[in-house]
Nanobody, 127 residues
Framework: QLQFVESGGGLVQPGGSLRLSCAAS????????VGWFRQAPGKEREGVSC????????YYADAVKGRFTISRDNAKNTVYLQMSSLKLEDTADYYC????????????????????WGQGTQVTVSS
């Protein structure tokens, strides 16, 4: 069963930065595109970014474009999400999951990824 472990969340002030990590558990990350998703209180989960496994292309939702950067280190079996210029509306639980190449290019509308949802990591942006 594909599953990831997310970490790196915390409390940060508006304008601050955080780096989230997504570690693959018991499988090799090389074969999968990986997306980051978030769920704010009272809202549906939404895809915010994805990185392909074939060419390393990255995709971003409009809401985070220019502020978030996704990367992967296959040697460490980990995908990262560097979040900068954080806004109050970025407050959410963040999750990562494996997705298909097609889903990666359309990450904003993905609701059912290939892997199970992990515990997530909480990001709170507050002054």
């Amino acid at each position: 069963q594909l599953q990831f472990v997310e970490s790196g969340g915390g409390l940060v002030q508006p304008g601050g930065s955080l780096r989230l990590s997504c570690a693959a558990s018991r499988f090799t990350l090389d074969y999968y595109a990986v997306g980051w998703f978030r769920q704010a209180p009272g809202k549906e989960r939404e895809g915010v970014s994805c990185i392909s496994n074939s060419d390393g292309n990255a995709y971003y939702a409009d809401a985070v474009k220019g502020r978030f950067t996704i990367s992967r280190d296959n040697a460490k079996n980990t995908v990262y999400l560097q979040m900068s210029s954080l806004k109050l509306e970025d407050t959410a639980d963040y999750y990562c999951a494996a997705v298909s190449p097609f889903e990666c290019r359309h990450i904003e509308v993905v609701t059912t990824p290939l892997s199970s949802w992990g515990q997530g990591t909480q990001v709170t942006v507050s002054s």
